[in-house]
């Protein structure tokens, strides 16, 4: 599985090889397929799989059942990135916006030339 690649286009993409192989005489049994399919997964899945392996029998364990096993984390792994990504975005808006206050106040009214300042509007 690719780093960026959803479950559903995972197994989207899984399914197609595995059809090709059942077309071409292979005799695959879903535990083998759902067995490749736990060990191939991204490194952000490993504790899921592990979960999956000690509480299920992966033996019995249908396809569409894993599927929608790792999709739910799928979706807590997005969302929990999301909101994490949402309050990133509104601190650096905070700070650009403290920033821009900070050099507005600090400047407000003088201009500096050379070492002096003189104050705007040629008093």
Known sequence: MKASESISNYHTRIMVI???MRRNGEALTDSRITEKILRSLDPKFDFVVVV?????EVEKLMMNELMSSLQAHEQKIVKRNGDN???HALQAK????????????????YTTQGRSLQRRGGF
């Open 94 to 109: 905070l700070s650009l916006k403290d920033r821009y206050e900070q050099r507005e106040t600090s400047t407000s009214g």
């Open 52 to 56: 999956i392996e000690e509480s299920k």
């Open 18 to 20: 595995v059809n090709q």
């Open 85 to 87: 990504a949402i309050e």
